[in-house]
């Protein structure tokens, strides 16, 4: 069975700093897939990031990037110049395969990432 | 294009009773996922489907149905419900032409069991 930890709870950043988010992956599959949201509180998901498992190189969307070490399992999300805005849990979550090609999430616990001015 | 929408917003249900939410999928997706989050969790896999059959299922009992419509709209329906079904309920669609691996969340509806 797949796995995601999360080993911290909560965070603080200085607005304007840069912020590492956790996240730890344990899986038998060698072609995998990972994935960051963002929850505000008002409940919805947002998509951040995607890393395959061979991909070459880290992914990253504007702010954001993931520091990926296959070899540790570990898919840090990195957040650069952070903003009062990115105050929100983030979830690290791991695909797993279904029927018709498609895939389930399986989700970490969360980090609480609160933004300070 | 009109995102994942989820119905109702908020709900108060007793033990016992039986609930259905409802989602409407982004245009253009065929698949709907299921999710349960409790407080303080990170969302769980109920099951997920894909023109209107079930495509896989999370370790959810039997009480716990789905249905998926020919418009690709989905119910989530919940029997005899207990307390620990106290969650926030996403629902999530992908798929389509030319579409990405992203699964598009909805805003969730929050089921509180009394």
């Known amino acids: 069975a797949q796995k995601i930890t999360q080993t911290q709870p909560g965070m603080f950043v200085q607005e304007k700093e840069a912020v590492t988010l956790d996240c730890t992956y344990d899986?038998?599959?060698?072609?995998?897939?990972l994935f960051w949201y963002k929850q505000p509180s008002s409940g919805e998901m947002i998509f951040l990031i995607y890393q395959g498992s061979y991909d070459e190189q880290n992914a990253t969307e504007g702010r954001y990037s993931l520091n990926f070490q296959k070899a540790r399992k570990s898919a840090n999300l990195v957040i650069s110049a952070s903003q009062l805005g990115d105050s929100a849990m983030y979830f690290c979550?791991?695909?797993?395969?279904?029927?018709?090609?498609?895939?389930?999430?399986?989700f970490g616990k969360g980090t609480k990432l609160s933004v300070i001015p | 294009e009109t995102g994942v929408t989820q119905s109702p917003t908020h709900l108060i249900k007793t033990r016992g009773q039986q609930v259905t939410l409802r989602c409407s999928s982004q245009s253009g997706h065929n698949t709907v996922s299921w999710y349960q989050q409790a407080l303080g969790q990170g969302p769980q896999f109920i099951f997920q489907?894909?023109?209107?059959?079930?495509?896989g299922r999370g370790n959810f009992p039997p009480r716990f149905s789905g249905l998926q419509f020919p418009n690709y709209s989905s119910e989530l329906n919940v029997n005899a419900l207990e307390l620990d079904d106290s969650a926030l309920y996403l629902c999530?669609?992908?798929?389509?032409?030319?579409?990405?691996?992203?699964?598009?969340f909805g805003p969730g509806t929050r089921l509180t069991v009394l």
């Open positions: 489907y894909y023109r209107e059959e079930e495509n």
């Open positions: 899986t038998s599959d060698q072609s995998y897939g």
């Open positions: 999530a669609s992908s798929g389509g032409s030319g579409a990405s691996d992203e699964q598009f």
């Open positions: 979550a791991m695909r797993e395969g279904l029927k018709a090609g498609s895939y389930q999430l399986t």
